[in-house]
Structures are given as C-alpha cells and as structure tokens.
C-alpha cells in the first residue's frame, strides 16, 4: 500500500538553528499538507499545498516556517529559527483530493533544545 | 470557528463494546474521519464518513453520524487489548484545500 515517507524519525537541534523536515508524499497525489503536534495536544493544521503554491496556512504557519516542492517528489518543511516551543510532532500529509483520502505519514519527533 | 469536541478518555474491559464520542461545529463538514495513534506512531486512518451518510460499518467499527446535532461516534465491537491508542475525529472542512481539524483525542484503556 502506498506510503507518506518522513525523514528524520527524530531531530534535536538548537534553539536559533534552521531545521529542514523532509516529507515524500505518494506519488499520484496533488494536495499536501504540514500538522503538527506539540505533546499531549490536538493534532494542529499548519499549511496546505497544491499546485506549487500554498492554498490555506494557519496562524502557527508565521515567517519562521515556509514549504516547497523542490523537484516534484519531496516535500519538505523549513523553520528558519527555531524556538523551544516548536518542539513538536510534525506530520507530513497527502491526498488525491483535498479532504478525502488523507495519508499521514509517521511523523518527524522535532526536539529544540 | 471551527472545533472539535471529544471526551478524553475511555475505559473497557476486553471483549465488551466501546463508543468514542465526538461533536463538531462546522455544519459544512464534508467527512468526518477517525484516526488512531498507538504511542510514539503516526496517524492511522481508521475510517470515515461522508456528511450524506448516517452509519457506515467497517468490520468491527461502525460510525453514527447525527448531523442535526452534529455527532459523530466511533464504536468498537468486541474491544481488544491491541485496540487501547488515541483516537482522534477530524473533520474536513468546507473548500478545495481539505483542511482537517482535529479533536483532542480519546484515550481508550483497554483492560484484561
């Protein structure tokens, strides 16, 4: 069965420091999203993409963090200066169309420290 | 704006049934969907529903959806010990983009 593919499982970096997460979404999907998780919370909505441009963000998605397709199978996730509090799970997301047939991927543990 | 309402936890004994309930606000939803995480994993779809369905039966699972009073509930027959996790109910909102907000989840124990 076709898989969302994340990368790292775990990253610890320092506060201040830019931190890439990676996401490989499955391959005939268009719609791809970021979520987050911070421990023992909701599940929180951060960004959607579709054709190569973000359709909706959320008011957590500032100007710290920005998403791109770099060369039509990745998809990945920047924080360009990291805070303690964006420690958090961070899931990558897909689907054929936007709010149907959701795949999410393992997760990326991100730890600031 | 737009929530999503579950209790916070639930405890069975094995073999009995058990019953997630969730309310949400957006009367436009399109799909209501439940996922599961088992600790330290990612997001399993478990199923869904689409907002013109009333029930939907997926082998032991069987989704209620009440739009009137915009109630979704999971029910897991013949609970195991494999089925403790967090559940959470999403809903995917109006527009193309199929952003989904989530509940905060229902701890479901699962006891011997």
């Known amino acids: 069965e076709p898989e969302v593919t994340q990368t790292p499982s775990h990253q610890v970096t320092q506060m201040g420091q830019e931190v890439i997460l990676r996401c490989v979404p499955i391959?005939?999907?268009?719609?791809f999203y970021w979520y987050r998780q911070i421990l023992g919370q909701k599940v929180e909505f951060l960004v959607s993409?579709?054709?190569?441009?973000?359709?909706?963000k959320s008011e957590i998605f500032d100007d710290q963090f920005s998403v791109e397709r770099p060369d039509g199978s990745n998809f990945t996730l920047k924080i360009r200066s990291t805070k303690l509090e964006d420690s958090a799970m961070y899931f990558c997301?897909?689907?054929?169309?936007?709010?149907?047939?959701?795949?999410f991927g393992s997760g990326t543990r991100l730890t600031v420290v | 704006g737009e929530d999503v309402e579950q209790s916070l936890f639930l405890s069975v004994r094995e073999g009995d049934s058990s019953v997630i309930n969730c309310t949400y606000t957006d009367s436009s939803s399109t799909y209501l969907y439940w996922y599961k995480q088992e600790p330290g994993a990612g997001l399993q779809l478990l199923t869904y529903?689409?907002?013109?369905?009333d029930m939907k039966q997926d082998q032991r699972l069987t989704v209620l959806l009440n739009k009137k009073d915009k109630h979704l509930s999971l029910r897991i027959a013949d609970t195991q010990t494999g089925d403790s996790a967090i559940y959470f109910c999403a809903e995917s909102t109006s527009g193309n983009t199929g952003k989904l907000i989530f509940g905060q989840g229902t701890t479901l124990q699962v006891k011997p």
């Open positions: 993409f579709y054709n190569n441009e973000i359709s909706e």
């Open positions: 997301a897909s689907s054929a169309t936007g709010g149907r047939g959701y795949t």
């Open positions: 391959s005939n999907h268009l719609y």
């Open positions: 529903i689409f907002s013109n369905m």
